[in-house]
């Protein structure tokens, strides 16, 4: 599990993650509108709040929250077949959502979840990166930095931080913590194991 304010570079660090076959990325169903170049089903599962609303009443979403005034929230179902069936799953999902996660009782999440925090540098590069992708005006960039604000105070909630640098040197300390993850010995299902 993957948390980041708004313009870390997350997304771009889990579309990196997701050319590699060894983790699942769960897409996340949203009823926020669809951006340039997003493909539903791929990035999101866009819907409707009455959709969104109809599958959180009949106990689809593992987690949900509401993130600058949309709903976000992870569909169940295929995180736990996907971990029932050995395989490790992506979630990059906000702070609220993450606690929800931590708090889980299901046996299979509470088993193989590790959780990581992207820091940004400061809120003046954060800015500069969310004013250089030019995805949002003004207004969204004014909302989207006051959150990172508050999303920074839970840091220390993860097992990791990456302190953000270049895209790079981020994706090798990602995948240094996926790789120590695996080599747990409570991971491990040896045959001959005593
Ligand atoms: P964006 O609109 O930029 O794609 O995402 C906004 C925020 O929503 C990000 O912090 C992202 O991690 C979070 N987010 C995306 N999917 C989910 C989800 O399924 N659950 C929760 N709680 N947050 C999500």
Known sequence: MVSAPSGTGKTTLCTNVRQTPDLIYSVSVTT?????????????????????????????????????GHYYGTPKAPVL???????????????????????????QIKASLADIFIMPPDLEELRRRLEGRGTENAKQIATRIAAADAEMADWKSYRYTILSSSMEEDLIKFRAI?????????????????
């Open 178 to 194: 996926i790789r120590a993850e695996r080599y747990l010995s409570r991971r491990l299902n040896l045959q001959n194991g005593s």
């Open 81 to 107: 077949q996907h971990l029932a069936e050995g395989r490790d799953v992506l979630l990059d999902i906000d702070v609220q959502g993450a606690r929800q996660i931590r708090e889980s009782k299901d046996p």
């Open 32 to 68: 926020r509108p669809k951006r340039p170049g997003e493909k539903d089903g791929a990035d999101y599962f866009f819907q409707s709040k009455t959709e969104f609303e109809n599958k959180l009443k009949e106990g689809g979403m593992l987690e949900y929250a509401d993130v600058y």
